[in-house]
């Protein structure tokens, strides 16, 4: 069968780039060897954002002194369906578009030719264009690797069928202090270890501080500077040995230490598409790879991790194949997110970055815990850090730690891409109450015309 592009893999590296082209008159096929909708929908964002949500409602009952009760099992299955209900919406998508979805594996035969193979059958396609979005898969220790019971990744973690009574959780990163978070709301023993100075490694220092003080506050042990040394079963449990000499006992051991691309036994580097040494695609600005008429999206190239950030690649790589005008993707300015209760969210440059790059900036740093929209959800340890140039006339990067700032980064991004300006800023009608209009405060500060802030 010929196509006029072929996307392996169904995530968000895969499916939006696949529908812009079917709608756009193209003969589209999506080859899927799990689940349509990759990991995101899966095992990932959509199963850990269901959790998330109650486990967030759970503490505002607790707040008021009330008592939530539900079955875990129950939790699992509703989660469950969410996933589900996304799963077959996508799918839905795909169908309608009139794009043809092949189960199975697929290698590159050659620089236009895929084999998919789905147990015993084998079935050979052509396409003038080939997308690769193969994603990743949970990456494991040397010396603790899963066993399919108690030593898991996140994909298992998010449907445990009973839940733990404790967890030890390798790994301080994204995953792992979200996974930390669900988990200790619902009164499991949480102990977090991160071989870094600090969680949340790529950040700096006083973000991560505040998201250790906040999970600490809802009973998560975070050893920072700690590895694992061993991982024993121990009839039902397991026995672990950190650096630091202490030991302890848990029901179950999470390996949240990094993700690995899916580029092995696919036929990349027989067909001549280059890796890097950790085994991801190397693409140009275009996600072209070294292959002139094979593109690579998403997770398998490596960057941030996002799924909107491999949604954009797909799109993007979408309009080149049609001809279109496309775009090419600022990663700096991919937010990213973490939903932690206390949330993160940061777009543009971390103080390391610059410092590493040697640039001179300016950090103006200001608390939220006074706008109420944050009271309310009891973000006590929240800011807004905007990095400027000396002049203050360019923002930078900006990092906003506190409850909803993944929904509040979005009114910050005008203000990063040089869209917006500190006076537009200052006069626009962010909505009360919520946290979006820490904005206008924290421009009205720049500007030296503070009204919830003193001068100093």
Aim: glycine share 10%; with cysteine.
């Amino acid at each position: 069968m010929k196509y006029d592009a072929v996307f392996i893999g169904s995530g968000t590296g895969g499916y939006p780039g696949a529908v812009y082209l079917a709608q756009h008159g193209f003969k589209v096929a999506v080859i899927e060897e799990k689940l349509i909708g990759g990991e995101c929908t899966n095992w990932g964002c959509v199963p850990s954002k269901a959790l998330y949500q109650v486990s967030e409602a759970v503490k505002t009952i607790e707040k008021v002194k009330g008592q939530a009760s539900y079955k875990w099992e129950d939790l699992i299955d509703w989660a469950k369906s969410i996933v589900e209900e996304t799963r077959e919406g996508i799918k839905y998508l795909l169908e309608a578009s009139g794009i043809e979805v092949l189960s199975g594996k697929g290698v590159l035969k050659n620089p236009r030719q895929v084999i998919v193979s789905d147990g015993e059958s084998k079935r050979e396609v052509e396409a003038d264009k080939i997308v690769l979005a193969l994603g990743t898969d949970p990456s494991q220790l040397p010396h603790v690797k899963f066993d399919g019971e108690g030593i898991i990744s996140n994909r298992e973690a998010l449907f445990m069928s009973e839940k733990p009574s404790s967890i030890l959780i390798i790994g301080g990163g994204v995953i792992g202090v979200e996974m930390a978070n669900v988990f200790s709301k619902n009164k499991v023993e949480v102990t977090v270890v991160e071989i870094m100075d600090h969680i949340l490694p790529f950040t700096d220092k006083d973000v991560a501080q505040a998201l250790k003080t906040y999970l600490a506050g809802n009973g998560v042990r975070v050893k920072e500077k700690t590895s694992v040394e061993s991982v024993e079963k121990s009839g039902d449990k397991y026995s672990v040995k950190l650096s630091n000499g202490e030991s302890l006992t848990v029901d179950k051991v999470l390996i949240a230490t990094g993700r690995i691309p899916k580029t092995r036994g696919v036929g990349l580097e027989e067909t001549g598409v280059s890796l890097d040494k950790k085994g991801y695609v190397v693409v140009n600005d275009e996600c072209r790879t070294s292959v002139e008429n094979i593109y690579a999206t998403g997770d398998v190239i490596g960057g941030p991790q996002l799924a909107h950030k491999a949604i954009l690649e797909s799109i993007a790589v979408a309009k080149r194949i049609a001809g279109k005008e496309s775009f090419k993707l600022d990663y700096h300015l991919v937010p990213i997110t973490i939903f932690t209760g206390l949330e993160v969210a940061s777009v543009g440059y971390t103080e390391k970055e610059l410092a590493a790059m040697g640039v001179k900036y300016v950090k103006v740093k200001l608390p939220i815990y006074y706008l109420a929209a944050v009271k309310i959800k009891g973000g006590r340890n929240s800011f807004v850090k905007i990095l400027l140039d000396e002049k203050g006339e360019r923002v930078f990067g900006i990092q906003v730690v506190s409850p909803n700032a993944s929904e509040a980064i979005s009114a910050y991004l005008p203000l990063y891409l040089g869209k917006l300006s500190l006076k537009e800023a200052a006069s626009t009608p962010y909505p009360h109450l919520t946290v979006s209009e820490s904005l206008r405060d924290v421009v009205e500060y720049l500007l030296g015309e503070p009204v919830h802030f003193i001068r100093k």
